[in-house]
């Protein structure tokens, strides 16, 4: 398997522009986790799905962030109007079904760089 | 909202030396997981402890869960500049359907 497989691997846009992150959950796993990695605030969880459904966005930072996952092999992390502040590394994950010992397997990343 | 801490936040040792991180919270976690991250990568899963007081042994890393399940430790002995890298613990919990929370990680530098 080619593993968590997300793009762009880096994205810079102005201020003001949307921007569109992409992911791609290894096949057969049942939940996909989008964070977000700063210096400041560490890796920090936005969105949790399971089976395509969302269960927890209480760490999506405001409305601006809208996160989707319309099949088992996608997901789409949107923010709309972007802004310096959301200047980090975001990572996508995927696990099985969430259990006591279950591996959470990262992408690479996205760098995503607001000016 | 379950935080963890780590201690320390950066750590430069030589080649050769033993060191200790740690993992604390207030909270009891369900389970465990160390997990180690390169630049430019993501996360990648070293361990996973769900038993109070348990220790697991991978090659030179000791990682162990404390009693009361709030708090691990990670232990290495003879760092390599292999090692090198940031070592992040997460916390997952049946109430919260097994969601991961991770601390800020140790950045841990091996010189040679």
């Known amino acids: 398997d080619a593993g968590v497989i997300q793009s762009p691997r880096h994205e810079v846009t102005e201020m003001g522009q949307e921007v569109t992150l992409r992911c791609k959950p290894i096949?057969?796993?049942?939940?996909l986790f989008w964070y977000r990695q700063t210096m400041m605030r560490g890796l920090e969880l936005l969105i949790y799905f399971n089976n395509n459904v969302p269960i927890d966005d209480s760490g999506m930072p405001e409305d601006r962030f809208s996160a989707k996952m319309p099949n088992a092999s996608f997901s789409t992390l949107k923010i709309q109007p972007s802004e310096p502040r959301d200047s980090a590394v975001y990572f996508c994950?995927?696990?099985?079904?969430?259990?006591?010992?279950?591996?959470?397997?990262f992408g690479q990343g996205t760098r995503l760089t607001v000016v | 909202t379950q935080l963890l801490e780590q201690s320390p936040q950066f750590l430069s040792i030589q080649e050769g030396e033993n060191l200790t991180v740690y993992c604390n919270s207030s909270s009891v976690f369900s389970s465990l997981q160390w997990y180690r991250q390169e630049p430019g990568e993501g996360p990648v899963l070293l361990v996973t402890?769900?038993?109070?007081?348990e220790v697991k042994k991978l090659k030179r890393l000791t990682f162990q869960f404390g009693d009361a399940r709030k708090d691990s430790s990670l232990h290495i002995t003879a760092a390599q500049p292999g090692d090198t890298g940031l070592y992040l613990c997460a916390g997952a919990n049946l109430g919260s359907n097994y969601k991961l929370t991770f601390g800020k990680g140790t950045l841990l530098t091996v010189n040679p």
């Open positions: 402890v769900v038993t109070g007081g």
């Open positions: 096949s057969g796993h049942n939940s």
């Open positions: 994950a995927s696990t099985r079904q969430p259990a006591m010992n279950t591996e959470a397997f």
